[in-house]
């Protein structure tokens, strides 16, 4: 995509004038970036918190962790919504870097599907186990499993 | 190419350096994100599959690489939380330099909390 600039105050003509692609859809992007970075701030801050420095931290974290976590409903919509806001943020993020530095029409179009390809995935995967996770699995080992599985 | 306009706020000095970093621990952050949402989906398939690559990640090496991390979230919060005000603050962009210095006071402040209590996770062998 040739870019050029004009003079500037120069009369627009017809021809200067892009007649595609007149939408707001980066205006609105570039605003969910600002929004949603500053929901991330609490949502991260949290997260970071309760698994990293709560506690015994990085080493306390197993499956009985996670289970316990997200037995309540609290964490299950924390960490849905950081899941999705992070990703969102993340993917549209790394979409400009693309559009900056890959020049060429045929990289900026595979990277771009490896990217909205990657979201997809992490994002469809990640709500479906917040969703369908059995903190106490049936056949698994109790001393593995949360303390209130076995009461 | 055509070269970049001169004499804006992202070419040369603090503007721009901080603007690489933020791209920079963006990027990061992002295929972080990618993994850590994989390996977590672990608990869906067993607790002992989960444990196992979790196990692997108990050690200083990725300790240290998890220090790392949190030091790139910190930084890209705060300087994004920065952006925020330049962009919406009707007097942003003129302390933008100021708000850069406050941005890096506080992800010392952060870190100095920070790392000794993971460090010690990390490295006290609870
Ligand atoms: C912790 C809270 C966060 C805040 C306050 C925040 C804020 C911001 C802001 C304001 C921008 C600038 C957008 C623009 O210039 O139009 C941005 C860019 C970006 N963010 Fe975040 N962000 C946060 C978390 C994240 C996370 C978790 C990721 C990764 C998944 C991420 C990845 C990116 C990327 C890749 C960019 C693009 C950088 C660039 O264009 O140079 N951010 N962020």
Redesign the interface.
């Known amino acids: 995509m040739a ?3 004009e003079a500037p105050r120069a009369p627009r003509t017809r021809t200067t004038r892009r007649t595609t692609g007149r939408t707001n859809y980066e205006l609105y992007g570039w605003v969910f970036m ?1 929004a949603s ?2 929901l ?2 609490v949502l ?2 949290g997260h ?1 918190f309760m698994n ?2 709560d506690g ?9 962790f ?2 316990g976590k997200w037995a309540s409903p609290l964490w299950q919509v924390w960490d849905l919504l950081m ?1 999705w806001l ?2 969102i943020h ?2 549209n ?2 979409r400009t ?1 693309i559009n900056d530095y890959a ?1 060429r029409d045929g990289t900026r179009i595979v990277l771009k599907v490896a990217l909205y390809l ?1 979201f997809t995935v ?1 994002v469809v ?2 709500t ?2 917040i969703f ?2 059995d903190p106490c ?1 049936p056949d ?2 109790a001393n ?2 949360p303390s209130f599985c076995t009461a | 190419m055509p070269e970049a306009p001169a004499g804006t706020l992202y070419r040369g000095r603090e503007g721009m350096w901080s603007w690489l970093a933020h791209r920079v621990t963006g990027f990061a952050i992002f295929f972080f994100l990618l993994v850590h949402v994989l390996d977590t989906a672990l608990v869906r398939v067993s607790p002992e599959a989960y444990n196992a690559v979790i196990g692997t990640y108990k050690n200083p090496v990725m300790g240290l690489g998890e220090a790392g991390l949190v030091a790139a979230v910190v930084y890209h919060a705060f300087n994004g939380i920065r952006i925020t005000l330049i962009d919406f603050w009707s007097k942003g962009t003129r302390y933008q330099r100021v708000m850069l210095w406050i941005v890096i006071g506080l992800f010392v402040v952060t870190m100095a909390g920070f790392l000794p209590r993971h460090l010690g996770n990390v490295f006290g062998g609870h």
């Open positions: 870019v050029s600039i600002r970075g500053v991330l701030v991260i801050f970071l990293l420095i015994e931290g990085i080493s306390a974290i197993d499956f009985g996670v289970a899941l992070a990703m993340g993917t993020g790394v870097i020049e990657a992490v995967l990640g479906l186990v369908t996770f699995p698994a080992p593995l499993l």
